[in-house]
């Protein structure tokens, strides 16, 4: 079973919920379903890694997502 970004986000975070923090990888912002390993696959750097901001939203409505 491949992991998702929302199963990496409450490993790191640790906290049941992930609603409220966003995830931001070379200025898109993916949907929290994604598999970890598309994401690398298809965003990873030339040095191999992947790199993430991970952020607390202040207010659910002001969310903005890149398509």
Do not use: W
Not at 11 to 26: A, F, H, K, M, W
């Amino acid at each position: 079973v491949d992991a998702t970004l929302d199963s990496f986000l409450k490993s790191i975070l640790s906290t049941e919920t992930t609603q409220s923090y966003e995830v931001v990888i070379q200025g898109v912002r993916p949907p929290k379903e994604t598999p970890l390993s598309f994401l690398y696959k298809a965003l990873a750097h030339a040095d191999l890694f992947l790199y993430m901001i991970v952020q607390k939203v202040k207010n659910e409505n002001l969310k903005s997502y890149v398509c």
